[in-house]
């Protein structure tokens, strides 16, 4: 027994050109190569768009990568800073409470 082999289809989308060809060891799993003006831009898997096409011929411009800086951390003071004190208390949370739940009440001990 032995696989079927496909021919190649050729074909245009736009202004490119579409060759599928299978993959090796493969009965209908094709590759499909894009070309523009002769020049190939890329492959992929499935049947591409014309918008995938444009994708592979100008790919969007990807900023350059921020480098992990160790020193930074964030929610914590800076050197010299004065310690954090308790006087202003921390307001009571927005959402609503369960049930039967009641906001604890603050002595005054001091």
Do not use: W
Not at 1 to 18: A, F, N, Q, V
Not at 41 to 48: F, K, R, T, V
């Amino acid at each position: 027994m032995s696989i079927p082999i496909l021919d190649p289809k050729r074909y245009m989308i736009g202004k490119y050109e579409i060759i599928a060809k299978p993959f090796p060891q493969s009965a209908h799993m094709l590759r499909y190569t894009v070309f523009v003006n002769g020049r190939r831009i890329g492959a992929m898997a499935s049947m591409p768009s014309e918008s995938d096409c444009l994708f592979l011929e100008k790919p969007p411009i990807v900023p350059p990568l921020v480098p992990y800086q160790a020193i930074y951390r964030p929610g914590r003071p800076k050197k010299g800073t004065p310690p954090r004190t308790n006087a202003d208390p921390l307001p009571p949370p927005r959402e609503e409470l369960p049930h039967g739940m009641s906001l604890p009440v603050q002595t005054e001990e001091r």
